[in-house]
């Protein structure tokens, strides 16, 4: 029997979900005052009688208080009789085999009461005033569901069963490659989903000819899945011949010699104080912490999965980094999340979306609700992070997840044996996220949302907080020996890597399923969420066994490390895959590429050509925003923007740009305070709402050992040079993280690259002059790069309607780099991202207490500016806002950088500084007044005595000159420029005197003080801006108030 | 997780506040007087996340601790009674799957409501803090329900229909929950989606009111949800059972309040008093 539960609000209790459906409609242009009741339900299928189907309803599904239900069998009319004159009943179902949290905790829960259910499945239905049909069916694929996971049904619910699966058979597959040719070798690299390269292919064919056989479908996925640049980073840690303005350099491992030789050099002059413990070879960084813990960290991306479904892949995307650190070591405790983003304007017009792009409001509220649901779920405060917004993000958005964890210093080792048993904890396997790893190596196109359903998951918080608290009760009994998360690739990738220098062999039967009808290739490389291998001693096993049932965990013996060097797959007492785990890990063969960067002659602000924000963003007219820019052409240098006749016009619209405006909307549907260690919050001020430079967290309570988490990212710079966009970015994380009070000295940092496709060489330069850049800062400041992860291929490819297939040949590629290109035409071309490298830094603190915040805090202290201004206005937001470009971007005298960040923590460290804030978008104009309306103060400045440098200097190869527009801009340069290396600090004058000898070898001035009037006023030679806080402050939390 | 107190099967019986009438104990043993430091059952279950710092809570002022997962008590019911305090810690239980407590306080209504009674009937204290305080109130532990009626009060989505982290200011008003003895003022945060106080219907709301058994509520300016009343605790009839939506286990320490740089935070978080008054309950 079939039964159908509808949950209705109760008479005079809103509906949220249909106030949220029409308010999409409307922004989507589909409908003004949609009429619309929405309502959610479940099919339960079971040998149940009515009376027990309305009591599960009453004390289990529905909440009589607020709703009401109408219990009937499926089919029956009374579930879709039109309440009013509204006209269609849809109903939204996730697709069967798409994850369904809710139905399995009804399933579980329906059977406490002694009820027994076969099966449940959710849904949520909608019925709506009548549309026409064209409008209907965007409605369904654009407002109510996602293709990609869901299906949206028209009418009644034609089921009259729930399927559960059917059994599977098994047959033996072989792949016939010894045959084939070379263009056959291809096309079944691309219709198989292996994306491999001609000679990656090739050169598993040469093996398999050696060994006299065709290989099995399985060997080959596995192949494809470690060869896959997810897995492998073949491309940043092979071989590339570089020519740049530095210069020509060959790399063997291009990784190897730029970031982890900058952690080498590092540690080795550190010599006995090296607090670094594991870098770049387990799923996390690890430093020492104190006495008792190390912490680890490590950032991720899930940007291709996200692209196709916000929710799930955002929210499979902070839970598959959360196992990162879970996977380190032994395991270490997560203890903070972070994230950050890049996302189209939301502003875009919905008909002006490419086919197959989701809007980017849909985009953006998916992601933040995906990270949001899975992280506050976890118990784990998601405290810093950052939004970045680029019309270039628009088919191909980047979202990072990152998370901390601690770990006791002698758990910080694995140490697999020979002989353990291999055994997998947590959440069965299903056919979610197959072919995952190669995907994401692989540039989107309009028909991914098709091709690639199946790389779509969902995750289950509940299962991986339930295997997290099993996991470190195991590892402090010491029940296994080694462990790690099941990521991208599943079991391929885990079992893969901890057996590499071993051997396994795993009886694919054993793994615990879903549902029935998996073949064992799907079973091998599922990527469903929420599994974690451990290997154990077969001593361990039963007491392991019984630790994990006591709390509803499952655990299965799946295999052995047998020492075999081999990895073995069995199936139906079958081996289905017998490969040599050299092969399968040093056989690759070497890819080499090209990178080529070339720097264009700097251009003086407004008379250059635009950077290619602006252009990409003409082909997508953008409507209201300060993206506005004639479609394809060049920006026109508005001679008036270049009078200093309205900053206070021009400081309010950088405020109220998208990157720089209050995150507020997203940081509180974030739980940033759980674990109780909260310390300093993302927003900090008098009325709790003030950008704070760095959270800061307590994560042994009972200690005042503090944390700092901060980030740094310009993808704006990267248009003029990446060599000072990475350096910048190193920069801004670390000057953030020394803002609150972290000891520069003690600060860790991880690159995140995501980048368009490096089989460019132009832009595999771009990428490559990045690395550089990222050796040189860090060796400088002494900040060791820790951990690390690249994404590449993120581009976007609008297909023509009938000319399309999945094609990695780059044949009318977009050009990026530092090259005046004509940007192509973006329904033919691919659509590449900006160069986008986040940093992301790990600071600490002896005592919590000495930390400091961004807001002003009383009046009659002191302003001070601490660094060099220099007329750097390239890539600035006052650029952005008025239109212009061309300038200097800024640069980073590493090595002043390191002197002024020690001054600056002497300094606070001391008591001297209340308040600090860093220099960054929109420069001083925008630090003094988010300060000031942040302390709900004022603030009086002058410029007069501001330390500045009006011809730029940097080291590298960065162009010189463009001292043209010196002298037409000091006051502009003086208020917006974003050179790096600055603070503006609030001193109370009895501390004055020794703030400024503790800054005695550092450029810094007294400009101003703190004022009552709530008024924030700059003078230069003249008064050159006036303005009222609390509109300063409106601007600022307008646009993303949602 | 914490080791366990020597106590055994010991009763410890409450201090009488002078309010005995409100109280329908059996008469304490008196050997059990002398003992003057409670132990606390931290009851946790899949997706409870706040267990570890409220055991900390308790311990900052002097109780035992112990963290349980709810199976040992399915198991082992009997295991209450080495108990004095009940916590019930916010959390997800069970990923809040079928509504914010709902599936854990199912299980606590089907499998342990005898042991809760008696835990109440005993004297013992009882709190739930945000995801507890659902599950108080689902299980018709906090508010009695009567035969097939709809319950007396639920917690849904906030007005937003969102999660919401948030610092509130509360006012306790009244002496009739044990917890919140002398207590005025406090600043808390708030994390939730759903925490919106609504009783079955007005009358109901006076009722509660009039028993003094609303003794927490935000300032309406904070409302964070819009709870009808402004309504953020609720305790039974006897006092000595309180459920809450903000986290007193989240302002103990002075570095927890949002505006500690700015000087305004006092040499304790405002919720650590609540927690303290739970063990001098017993003192």
Known sequence: MLWEVDIYPAEGRPDLGAGEVAATAAELHLADDLAVISARGYLIQGELDRAQVEQIADELLADRVVERTVVAPAGDPLLTELPDERTHWIHVLPKPGVMDPVAQSAMEAIADFGFRAEAVRTFRKYAVGRLPDEKLSLLCSKVLANDAIEQAIVGPLGFERLQVGSPYKFKLVTVPILAMDDAALEQLSRDGQLFLSLVEMRTIQAHFNQLGRDPTDVELETVAQTWSEHCSHKTLAGRIDYRGPDGERHFENMLKETIFAATQKIRQAAGDRDWCVSVFVDNAGVIRFDEKYNVVFKVETHNHPSALEPYGGANTGIGGVIRDPMGTGMGAKPICNTDVFCFAPPEVSPEELPPGVLHPRR??????????????????????????????????????????????????????????????????????????????????????????????????????????????????????????????????????????????????????????????????????????VVSVSPEKWNELSALCASEGVEATVIGKFTPTGRLTLIYAEQKVADLAMDFLHDGRPPVVREAVYTLSSPLPLGEGPGVRAEKASGQWPVAGGQYKVASGKTPIPNPQSLIPSNYTDTLQKILGSLNVCSKEWVIRQYDHEVQGGSVLKPLVGAANDGPGDAAVLRPVLDSRRGIVISCGMNPRYGDFDTYWMAASAIDEAVRNCVAVGADPARIAILDNFCWGTTDRPETLGSLVRAALACHDVAVELGTPFISGKDSLNNEFRPLVKGVGSLCLDQTEGARTGNMETKTPDPFNGAISIPPSLLISAIGQVDDVARCVSMDLKSPGNLLYIVGETKNELGGSHFSLVEGLSGGEVPKVDARQAKTTFAAMHAAIHAGLVRACHDLSEGGLAVAAAEMAFAGELGAKISLADVPYLPSPTGRGAGGEGGSKSVQVLPDAALLFSESNTRFLCEVEPDNAAAFESALADVPHARIGEVVADGKLEIVGETPLLQADLPALKEAWQKPLRW | MRSHAEHGNEFIAPRDRSRGAL?????????????????????????????????????????????????????????????????????????????????????????????????????????????????????????????????????TWNDSGRYYDGWVRLEASGSKSVFLAGIERMYLPVAHAEGKFVARDERTLQDLDAAGQLPLRYVAADNPNGSMDEVAGVCDSTGRVLGLMPHPERHIDPTQHPRWTRGEAGPEGDGLQMFRNAVEYFA
């Open chain 1, 363 to 532: 985009v953006i509220k998916g992601v933040v609700a995906g990270v949001r649901d899975y992280g506050n779920r976890m118990g784990i405060p998601t405290v810093n992070g950052a939004i970045y917004f680029d019309p270039r993000y628009l088919g191909n958005p980047l979202v990072y997840c990152g998370n901390v964890g601690l770990i006791p210093r002698d758990k910080s080792d694995k140490h697999l044996q020979a002989n353990d048993l291999i055994v997998a904890l947590g959440g069965r396997t299903g056919r979610d996220g197959i072919h995952g790893a190669t995907f994401s190596s692989a540039e989107l196109t309009s028909h991914s949302e098709t091709l690639s359903g199946g790389a779509v998951q969902i995750g289950n918080a509940i299962t991986e907080k339930m295997l997290l608290d099993v996991l470190l009760v195991a590892r402090d009994r010491g029940l296994y020996n080694s462990v790690t998360d099941c990521g991208a690739g599943g079991f391929s990738s885990a079992v893969g890597e901890m057996g590499e220098k071993i051997g396994a062999e795993v009886w694919l039967e054993r793994v615990p399923l879903k549902y029935e009808g998996l073949t064992y290739t799907e079973i091998w490389i599922s990527e469903a969420q929420e599994r974690m």
């Open chain 2, 23 to 155: 109280f329908s104990i059996p008469t304490p043993d008196p050997r059990t007087l002398l003992m003057t430091t409670p132990s606390v059952l931290i009851l946790r279950a899949p997706g409870t996340n706040c267990d570890a710092e409220t055991a900390f809570a308790f311990e900052q002022v002097g109780a035992k601790t112990e963290t349980l997962h709810v199976n040992r008590l399915l198991e082992s019911p009997e295991l209450f009674e080495r108990f004095q305090i009940l916590c019930i810690p916010g959390g997800f239980s069970y990923g809040d799957d079928l509504g914010a407590g709902r599936i854990l306080g199912s299980q606590i209504q089907h499998h342990l409501s005898d042991q809760l009674v008696r835990f109440k009937t005993e004297g013992k204290l009882i709190l739930g803090i945000c995801n507890g305080f659902q599950v108080l109130l689902k299980s018709s532990v906090l508010l009695e329900k009567i035969g097939a009626d709809t319950p007396p009060a639920t917690l």
